[in-house]
T-cell receptor, first 114, second 111 residues
């Protein structure tokens, strides 16, 4: 693995189903983020984690949950999907201790909830 | 989190014309970052500005941070079709807290 990966690449999901979007990074970054991107609304932060074992709510956390059991993985779970959760989801990570606060993004997961 | 507003939302230009997008905050920012997202791709980091009045250049791209550290701009000189995409600003400096992206400016370049 090189960088940050997401799975699946895309998914069609029936409303009411449970879904976990996976995110893995091999850069040993402490901070990780989940965003959703919708046309005209830019990137909105769903949840974040400053370090393994801690998580926090972003702008739009309702209907989503996350966990951070270790440094590398940051899965995002939709407990009961609804059509309004149709979006493109990006995971990102950021190193600590550096002056430049670069976020590295995964390739995204395109989710359609019907 | 910090709120940043980005304008314009859309910009259509002819190839060779200049382009500018602006990012404005109601609060003083510690730093600001700019990202570019190609159509169908993911955001990619371009640059970070930290100092009041800072100006940085990357080839045809010029980035500015306002004197009050409440606004920033990205200017592209003589656009090319490869400049097509969405440009985002991101208000940083909250340590590991919530980072706030602007809504983005979608740039279309007509050949």
């Amino acid at each position: 693995i090189a960088g940050i990966t997401q799975a699946p690449t895309s998914q069609i999901l029936a409303a009411g189903r449970r879904m976990t979007l996976r995110c893995t990074q091999d850069m040993r970054h402490n901070a990780m983020y989940w965003y959703r991107q919708d046309l005209g609304l830019g990137l909105r932060l769903i949840h974040y984690s400053n370090t393994a074992g801690t998580t926090g709510k972003g702008e739009v956390p309702d209907g989503y949950s996350v966990s951070r059991a270790n440094t590398d993985d940051f899965p995002l779970t939709l407990a009961s999907a609804v059509p309004s959760q149709t979006s493109v989801y990006f995971c990102a990570s950021r190193p600590s201790g550096l002056r430049v606060e670069t976020q590295y993004f995964g390739p995204g997961t395109r989710l359609l909830v019907l | 989190g910090q709120q940043v507003m980005q304008i314009p939302q859309y910009q259509h230009v002819q190839e060779g014309e200049d382009f500018t997008t602006y990012c404005n905050s109601s609060t003083t920012l510690s730093n600001i970052q700019w990202y570019k997202q190609r159509p169908g791709g993911h955001p990619v980091f371009l640059i970070q500005l930290v100092k009041s009045g800072e100006v940085k250049k990357q080839k045809r791209l010029t980035f500015q941070f306002g004197e009050a550290k409440k606004n920033s701009s990205l200017h592209i000189t003589a656009t090319q079709t490869t400049d097509v995409g969405t440009y985002f600003c991101n208000a940083g400096g909250t340590s590991y807290g919530k980072l706030t992206f602007g809504q983005g400016t979608i740039l279309t370049v007509h050949p």
